[in-house]
């Protein structure tokens, strides 16, 4: 069997419990077709780039999936044809990711990362010179 992410959005105005009721549905098509979910994700309702069928917030959910091919057609067909669904991804992958996705890992976590301006030589936008600090210009052969 295939490895597989699928991340679908679902619209804003349902509930979480209608989430994960649809989220379970999905799962249950994948068992009927062979295959499995290992890792499921609520990203929360997040903002989305632009207008998907007049909503401007979705629900995210990842899915880690290992089913044939078929099970996943299966699903996505399910998905064209739910109203709640508004846009789907399904990617094909060699391995899926241990541990929690990068959408779930917090900014706290970030904290390995240098601040900037601590061990940084560049200058900074402040430490430029502004344009009432420069010398004027003169203008040579006009009055």
């Given at each position: ?25 999905l799962t ?21 780039a632009y ?36 846009r789907t ?55």
């Open positions: 069997m295939s490895l597989y992410e699928c991340v679908f959005i679902a619209r804003q105005d349902i509930s979480t419990q209608q989430v994960e009721t649809l989220t379970a549905d249950n098509i994948l068992a009927q077709g062979g295959g499995s979910v290992s890792k499921t994700e609520y990203w929360g309702l997040r903002n989305i207008r998907v069928k007049k909503n401007r917030k979705g629900h995210y959910v990842l899915m880690n999936i290992d089913a044939p091919s078929a099970a996943v057609k299966e699903m996505e067909r399910q998905m064209s044809i739910n109203e709640d669904v508004l991804l399904t990617l094909r992958v060699e391995e899926h990711e241990e541990g929690p996705s990068a959408m779930m890992q917090s900014k706290s976590g970030r904290e390995d990362r240098p601040r900037r301006g601590e061990g940084d030589d560049r200058p900074r936008r402040d430490d430029r010179p502004r344009r009432d600090d420069r010398e004027p210009r003169r203008v040579e052969g006009g009055e």
